[in-house]
């Protein structure tokens, strides 16, 4: 009896040192908070439970915050003048607005990605390798914004614009003429867009959209 105690115990617990070993992504995805910011005047500052290491910078005289918040390893800060990224390990990252460029005064911010979206550009932070950003073409507007832990997207009236940390670039989907976009759904590594001829599914692991078109009744 004793020794039938002894496995299921050995058993249980090599089922959970198993389990703890899969990851969700190469790296992993870790629902944990580790970067913390905090504003001392025109100093701000963020703390990285990771390495323990502290990062400043100084807004500028007049400089005004529209936006902040923290989650996971993303750390980010809208102002009227810039986009401010932080995360472990690494120094603050910004991105400048450009001329005539109307500032967001929101983002979705989520584990290992921050999506922001302007009056020009689609942007997006991906931690360590910094931010994104693609100019949008004339007449072309944001429609929606999604994000799961490790993957995005960034809709609009023409494309689809997906995002996933150490990406340098957006990886974009035309949607064609007269296609309407009906569903924008984020899950941890997955997006997916469901419009009235299609299904398109962006994978943050292999930086891919994939399509599957919809049988018609």
Known sequence: MKIAVVLVLVLCGLGRSASAQVPLLPDEVERIDVIAIERDGRDLYSFDALTGRRAAIRLEIAEEVLFQRTRGRVGVVLTDRRVLGVAPGTAWLEERLELREEPADRALVEDRIALVTTSRRALAFTGASGWISESYGPNETASAMRAGSAAGVI????????????LSSFVS?????????????????????????????????????????LQIN
């Not at 809709?155 to 150490?166: D, E, H, K, S, Y």
């Not at 035309?174 to 009906?182: A, G, M, P, T």
């Not at 924008?184 to 943050?204: C, E």
Request: aromatic share 4%; no cysteine; charged share 30%.
């Open 173 to 213: 989907r035309n949607l064609r003429v007269r296609e309407v976009l009906e569903s924008v759904t984020a899950q941890d590594t997955l997006v997916t867009l469901r419009t009235d001829k299609r299904i398109l599914v962006f994978s943050a692991p292999r930086a891919t959209w994939t399509e599957q078109k």
């Open 155 to 166: 809709t609009t009236n023409r494309r689809a614009l997906g995002a996933a940390p150490a």
